[in-house]
Structures are given as C-alpha cells and as structure tokens.
C-alpha cells in the first residue's frame, strides 16, 4: 500500500518561498503520475500542479504558474512543490496525490493522498 507523507508547510510573510516535500513509501515513484492539491478553509479542494510518471511533463494550474514548480527526485522517491513569491491566497493545507493510471488536474483520478501540511502566508 502505498502512503505519502507531507512536509515543509509553515507560516510565511507574503512574498516569502516554502519547499514542500511528499515522501512515497510502499511504491516507487517512478511508477506514479503525482499531484499537490490544497484546501483553504470552508473550500473545496483544489489541484495545484501534476507531474507526469514518465518525462516529467508538468501542469500547472494557472494562479500558480510561474510562482510554483512540481519536480520529483526518484532515487529518494520524493515530490517536491517550490513555492516562490507567496501571496495570502495561497493559504491552504496542501496534499500530495498519487495516480497509477493518471496525472493531470482531475481529483478523483488520484488512489492515494497524504495527511496534509498547512500552509500560511500572512499579509
């Protein structure tokens, strides 16, 4: 069974970087089209950026494009989300997803979530 750990949320001045890191037990990374999706209190959750299994083709969601970047490191079978030019919009609890047969931006596509990590960003 594979499990996803989150870390690397904190609080953070507006304007400020976090990195975000999914460690992936019980799979090989490699294997898996991966997402970041957040949840802002009382909204739904909504995906942020997906990394394809193979290439490492990325998709972004468009309020993030240029700010964030989705990478992997496969030997340490890890996600990362770097977060650049944080606003306070982009406060949030933060998952990472994981898909056998998938990556893009649909929810319900993704078998596997992690805990979450919060993310603030004050003004």
């Given at each position: ?7 690397g949320g904190?609080?953070?001045q507006a ?42 083709s990325t ?65």
């Amino acid at each position: 069974q594979v499990q996803l750990v989150e870390s690397g949320g904190g609080l953070v001045q507006a304007g400020g970087s976090l990195r975000l890191s999914c460690g992936v037990s019980g799979g090989t990374l490699s294997s898996y089209g991966m997402g970041w999706f957040r949840q802002a209190p009382g909204q739904e959750r909504d995906f942020v950026a997906a990394i394809s299994w193979i290439g490492g083709s990325t998709h972004y969601e468009d309020s993030v494009k240029g700010r964030f970047a989705i990478s992997k490191d496969e030997p340490k079978n890890t996600l990362y989300l770097e977060m650049n030019s944080l606003k306070p919009e982009d406060t949030a609890v933060y998952y990472c997803a994981a898909s056998r047969n998938y990556w893009g931006d649909a929810i319900h596509a993704y078998e596997h979530w992690g805990q979450g990590t919060q993310v603030t960003v004050s003004s």
